[in-house]
């Protein structure tokens, strides 16, 4: 996995962003759907990417797709256009290796590009992964939403992580 490849999405990745996004539902830990969600069901969301809002899939020197990220907008009101909440999905095959520190890195590095001054991270408080990776490039703990999901019968919490790209 020496060269990753970053290429903005098209409709004919979407069965792979959906596939790869399913495999964390069982899980628990990346999304609050408790069912995998349909390729249809997700055209909209697909379609609110755009030049200033990527949606990237990150493939290896084979052109295999090992994950995909997304800035999408927050709070949709123009006075945050300069902020993002970031999403990292990764096939399971490929956790553990690296990879996310490689995409949040690159994430990090082009947001100036689009015009972010502020990336946003909603992330499962129990979701020690992800959080310890937002953390190491020094995303802060900007909020708790307490037990407001409800997974198998279980409230979970959600942590807000941010970071400032530019003052």
Known sequence: M??????????????????IYNTTVPTRMATADTEPVSVASREQWFDEHDANRPLWVVADEQNHTLAWVSFQSFYGRPAYQATVEISIYIDPQSRGKGLGKRIL??????????????????????NTPSLRLFEQFG?????QLPNIAVLDGEEKS???????IAT
């Open 139 to 143: 995303f802060e703990h900007w909020g």
């Open 2 to 19: 020496d060269t990753l490849k970053f290429r903005n999405a098209t409709k004919n990745d979407l069965p792979r962003i959906v596939e």
């Open 158 to 164: 959600l942590t807000i992580l941010g970071k400032r």
């Open 105 to 126: 890195e690159y994430c990090i590095n082009e947001a100036p590009n689009y015009g972010i001054k502020t990336l946003i991270g909603f992330i499962f408080s129990h």
